[in-house]
């Protein structure tokens, strides 16, 4: 299992309920170190990662999305001291499966890891997906598509450039990346953009899916895109 908590002390109590619990825990405080202890997927080594909203590094939303655009779909359950509808659906959004509010008992925080745990190909975090995008750290061999990465800490997509994202179009672009070949409606992408319920109008969105067109296809070479379709929605492929 994989606990991602920045409190030294709340990191430490989870991690011994957990152990007592037989269940054998890899703890860290940062959403880099998230990242780099769930590997470039898209298999994962944990059963089930336990992620903060509000690490030091990034936003937990963020890292979640990373990890789904890594094909890594081990169930995710959000610890989070916001209990606002608002950020709860965001979670979800983001690709999360369950979470939690602070305070909480620990007997709650365990049943709910259980069920997690039992969801079907949560024992190696995988579950057959389309085609997700390679991680820099496993696309290889000639005429592969150009590796893209997520970076939830430095807002960035990483490719055969690096391209800086504002929150709002690290939001939009997680969505496209992890339905890799789908057509995404707008609606689902403004949602994502602006999870606190706020007016997006068409103006505004088709704006910033211009500029992540542009850095898409500069970070990948030219070899990823995102169209539209007219009415419908984008897709990223």
Same mark, same amino acid.
């Given at each position: 299992?994989?606990?991602?908590?920045?409190?030294?002390?709340?990191?430490?109590?989870?991690?011994?309920?957990?152990?007592?619990?037989?269940?054998?825990?890899?703890?860290?405080?940062?959403?880099?170190?998230?990242?780099?202890?769930?590997?470039?997927?898209?298999?994962? @080594?944990?059963?089930?990662?336990? +992620?903060?909203?509000?690490?030091?590094?990034?936003?937990? &939303?963020?890292?979640?999305?990373?990890?789904?655009?890594?094909?890594?779909?081990?169930?995710? +359950?959000?610890?989070? !001291?916001?209990?606002?509808?608002?950020?709860?659906?965001?979670?979800?959004?983001?690709?999360?499966?369950?979470?939690?509010?602070?305070?909480?008992?620990?007997?709650?925080?365990?049943?709910?890891?259980?069920?997690?745990?039992?969801?079907?190909?949560?024992?190696?975090?995988?579950?057959? !997906?389309?085609?997700?995008?390679?991680?820099?750290?496993?696309?290889?061999?000639?005429?592969?598509?150009?590796?893209?990465?997520?970076?939830?800490?430095?807002?960035?997509?990483?490719?055969?450039?690096?391209? @800086?994202?504002? @929150?709002?179009?690290?939001?939009?672009?997680?969505?496209?990346?992890?339905? @890799?070949?789908?057509?995404?409606?707008?609606?689902?992408?403004?949602?994502?953009?602006?999870?606190?319920?706020?007016?997006?109008?068409?103006?505004?969105?088709?704006?910033?899916?211009?500029?992540?067109? &542009?850095?898409?296809?500069?970070?990948?070479?030219?070899?990823?895109?995102?169209?539209?379709?007219?009415?419908?929605?984008?897709?990223?492929?």
């Amino acid at each position: 299992m994989l606990l991602v908590e920045d409190d030294a002390r709340l990191r430490a109590a989870v991690s011994r309920a957990l152990g007592e619990a037989g269940a054998r825990v890899h703890a860290t405080g940062t959403g880099q170190g998230a990242l780099a202890a769930a590997g470039p997927g898209p298999t994962c @080594p944990y059963a089930v990662v336990v +992620l903060d909203i509000g690490l030091p590094d990034s936003d937990g &939303r963020d890292v979640c999305q990373a990890l789904r655009s890594r094909g890594i779909t081990a169930p995710v +359950l959000f610890l989070t !001291a916001r209990g606002q509808v608002e950020d709860v659906v965001s979670g979800f959004g983001a690709g999360g499966d369950d979470y939690l509010s602070k305070p909480f008992r620990t007997p709650e925080l365990l049943v709910r890891l259980g069920a997690l745990a039992h969801r079907p190909g949560s024992a190696t975090g995988t579950v057959p !997906a389309p085609e997700p995008v390679p991680d820099s750290a496993s696309a290889t061999g000639a005429g592969a598509p150009a590796a893209l990465r997520l970076d939830p800490v430095g807002h960035r997509l990483v490719g055969v450039s690096e391209q @800086p994202l504002t @929150p709002t179009e690290y939001r939009v672009l997680a969505v496209l990346v992890n339905a @890799p070949g789908e057509v995404v409606r707008r609606k689902a992408l403004a949602a994502a953009g602006w999870s606190h319920g706020a007016i997006v109008s068409d103006n505004t969105l088709d704006q910033y899916v211009a500029r992540l067109r &542009r850095k898409v296809a500069a970070a990948s070479d030219g070899q990823h895109q995102i169209t539209t379709v007219h009415g419908v929605g984008h897709r990223f492929s």
